[in-house]
């Protein structure tokens, strides 16, 4: 398959969403619209090629997607979905890991508690590493997945009015789409409590790109969003259960909220949501949270087909 682009993607460590140019980022969103049919027919396009999943923290979407991309590309998988059951329980530390699952697979997907753990892990790997969530650091292929999501609903992603809602500061999922956003024409608005702000270097990074408004409250800015992507406050990266305790169920979208929306604004979960939106919001137009998980197949095909070098 070829799609003609002179942007080198063979090869390649997927770590920060900030290793990406809106070109680069642009070219992944066309190739995983080409992506739709073949997860339908499937293709032989990866045969032969192997993707290992180690994850070291619990994962649905992001694992399930990435091992069901390779299956629709012809690939096979190898993994673990649990440390406890590998030799990391007697003491293998990630680099020998790493270097141990290079000799069974092409590319590698790791999810990792620790920040830096990608980054830690693509310097000892002779395969491409694709970061799948390291800490409450970055998940970029998520922000990847998100986009393409934003650009099918919309038809475009410049010029939205885009909120990002619940715990900003130990979500990582909306660090990475925080950044990419920043690489368009839009107006963030970022909801969260004090405690959960956006993380500073974020908040630094992307002020100096695009215009930004910090709110504590919905209700106000609800009515000019065209995007709510709600997240989960992410309570086993408390330090504190009491802290956890004071914002928990914070932030709500229901029937009720939903009367002042425009009629044609989305809204958006990296999932799993544990109370932020209510389950009557999914008969809705405005849900997209599980076309989102589609999505995540599509755009996680189109990067493994560019990374192992499938689509030139
Ligand atoms: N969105 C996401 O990362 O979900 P999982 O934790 O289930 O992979």
């Given at each position: 398959m070829c799609l003609v682009s002179k942007l080198k993607f063979k090869g390649r460590d997927i770590i920060s969403i900030r290793d990406f140019t809106r070109k680069e980022i642009d070219y992944i969103l066309k190739t995983a619209s080409?992506?739709?049919?073949?997860?339908?027919?499937?293709?032989?396009?990866?045969?032969?090629?192997?993707?290992?999943?180690?994850?070291?923290?619990?994962?649905?979407?992001?694992?399930?997607?990435?091992?069901?991309?390779?299956?629709?590309?012809?690939?096979?998988?190898?993994?673990?979905a649990e440390a406890e059951m590998t030799s990391v329980k007697k003491g293998e530390n990630l680099a020998d890991t790493i270097r141990v699952v290079e000799s069974y697979a092409d590319i590698i997907v790791l999810r990792h508690p620790l920040e830096g753990a990608g980054r830690l892990a693509a310097e000892f790997a002779g395969v491409p590493i694709l970061n799948g969530g390291s800490g409450a650091e970055e998940h970029p292929t998520q922000a990847l997945l998100d986009l393409y999501t934003i650009l099918k609903e919309k038809r475009k992603i410049d010029g939205l009015n885009i909120a990002l809602i619940g715990d900003l500061r130990y979500g990582r999922t909306v660090h990475s789409l925080a950044y990419a956003l920043s690489l368009y024409e839009v107006k963030l608005h970022l909801v969260s409590p004090e405690s959960l702000q956006m993380r500073r270097e974020v908040l630094e990074t992307i002020k100096e790109k695009i215009e930004v408004v910090q709110k504590t409250e919905l209700e106000k800015i609800l009515p000019k969003m065209d995007i709510l992507y709600m997240t989960r406050i992410q309570k086993e990266r408390f330090p504190d259960p009491a802290e956890y305790a004071k914002v928990k169920g914070i932030y709500n979208i229901n029937l009720e909220t939903l009367k002042n929306a425009k009629k044609d604004m989305t809204i958006l979960h990296p999932l799993p949501r544990v109370?932020?939106?209510?389950?009557?919001?999914?008969?809705?137009?405005?849900?997209?949270?599980?076309?989102?998980v589609w999505n995540g197949v599509v755009t996680r095909m189109a990067l493994l087909a560019l990374v192992l070098g499938a689509i030139k």
């Open positions: 080409t992506m739709e049919p073949i997860a339908k027919s499937g293709s032989n396009m990866l045969q032969r090629k192997t993707l290992a999943t180690i994850f070291f923290e619990p994962s649905t979407r992001t694992r399930l997607s990435f091992e069901a991309a390779m299956h629709k590309l012809g690939g096979s998988i190898v993994g673990f109370g932020e939106i209510a389950p009557e919001v999914d008969e809705t137009p405005h849900a997209k949270y599980f076309q989102q």
